[in-house]
């Protein structure tokens, strides 16, 4: 047998390797842009062979549950949720069971301490249909109940499992710093949390109807992923192929196998932020955005003037843009018009000079907030110099002018 096992995805111009004691490598053709998918990716339990590379990654990259023959009560499986204060295990019967820990240190496998969260039942599951892509859902949609029930995440009134979840971090920071002000100050934002949330999980654990409160919270999520991503495939109208992924950050990318160059991240981008666009149902409602668009395509046009147009690439090279700083904090987000990214700076100047979380759009980043903001200034790109000017007097948390976030009277002008 190989020591190393690789299949190439011809669709998705991929190459995955193996070498069976690390993660399997993804590296991109020339026609996918470094930063469009993720570097590597771990499948549990699956057999040491090319047929089944191939079948994961197949699964893995159309966003499909990866069936590996895993025998959990041979080798059951694991897993921690809340920063490793809750470790979750499935050994194969009808239940999936947590027990507290301490910093991702293995429970006993005899505690007296677990206690069963998940019926199988209850999501119409057997054991036999039991898979570890499903595990990880669950458990995280647990993990979400759970919040829901604390109070701190709000619940859908009818759960898309596409965006269940989305915002779980952005929300524990907020409830935290409104709630725990005065342990914040003395031990950071997270560490009031994880306090706070270890004393309200062990008097859960010791209550006398043990977890029952929290017994089949949360839904079984889709969670896309870089584990299981959103893929979608057409065809404009003269055959020329396109590949649409998501991996549940704030961009869409399009690559295509029939493009004949180097690809960049700013070709890529089909869309940003798609949960906050999407109106309906998320993934069906990204894959009419990807069909309308792949239909208006004219064969006129090359790949590369396709790409070029996409509505992602615009709100790349944006020419606004609003800078966010402070102790140990550089941030910047980019807007297609003058009055959006003075609205966004004068929302985080307001929000910065109360203390709260700023939140902001961003093109790349996953998290688009910002704690300890104390400095906001709207910039303009400058193509004749290359370079990102002032547009705004900058507004300064410690020294406020009544004139901070307004143009500079040598601003460059908005057209």
Not at 53 to 81: K, M, Q, V, Y
């Amino acid at each position: 047998m190989p020591a190393t096992l690789t299949y190439h995805h011809d669709r998705a111009d991929l190459t995955f390797t193996w070498n069976r004691d690390s993660a399997i490598t993804i590296r991109p053709g020339e026609t996918v842009p470094w930063g469009a998918y993720p570097e590597r990716i771990i499948f549990t339990g699956l057999p040491f062979t090319l047929s089944a590379l191939s079948n994961a990654c197949d699964a893995w990259w159309e966003g499909r549950e990866i069936h590996t023959g895993h025998n959990f009560a041979e080798r059951p499986w694991t897993t921690h949720e809340f920063s490793g204060l809750v470790q979750m295990r499935y050994r194969g019967g009808p239940v999936i069971e947590a027990a507290l820990t301490e910093h991702f240190q293995p429970a006993p496998a005899d505690s007296k301490h677990w206690r069963p969260i998940v019926d199988l039942a209850a999501d119409n599951r057997t054991p036999n249909e039991v898979t570890a892509d499903w595990l990880h859902r669950r458990t995280s949609g647990w993990s979400t109940g759970v919040l829901e029930h604390l109070g701190i995440h709000a619940p859908q009134q009818v759960p898309d499992p596409a965006r269940y979840g989305d915002g779980k971090h952005d929300s524990v920071i907020a409830w935290t710093i409104r709630h725990l002000p005065r342990q914040v100050k003395a031990d950071s934002t997270l560490g009031a949390w994880h306090t706070w949330l270890a004393t309200t999980a062990r008097a859960a654990w010791e209550a006398p109807d043990g977890l029952a409160q929290w017994r089949n919270a949360g839904i079984a999520t889709r969670p896309v992923t870089d584990w299981a991503p959103w893929t979608y495939q057409d065809a404009t109208a003269d055959g020329t192929r396109f590949n649409f992924a998501w991996f549940g950050g704030n961009c869409v990318y399009i690559t295509s196998p029939d493009n004949p160059r180097t690809a960049t991240l700013d070709d890529a981008t089909f869309l940003l932020h798609p949960r906050e666009q999407a109106t309906g149902p998320l993934l069906p409602w990204l894959q009419e955005q990807a069909r309308q668009w792949a239909a208006n395509c004219t064969t006129m046009q090359t790949v590369a003037d396709i790409l070029a147009s996409t509505p992602g690439n615009r709100l790349c090279h944006a020419p606004w843009r609003v800078e966010l700083t402070g102790p140990g904090l550089s941030a910047t987000a980019r807007y297609i018009t003058e009055e959006e990214a003075y609205e966004v700076a004068r929302r985080a100047r307001d929000n910065a000079a109360k203390g709260e979380v700023v939140s902001y759009r961003s093109v790349f980043r996953y998290n688009d907030s910002a704690n300890g903001v104390s400095n906001v200034c709207v910039e303009r790109w400058n193509p004749e110099e290359n370079l990102w000017r002032h547009h705004s007097r900058p507004w300064n948390k410690h020294t406020p002018t009544a004139d901070a976030l307004v143009p500079h009277p040598n601003a460059l002008p908005a057209s």
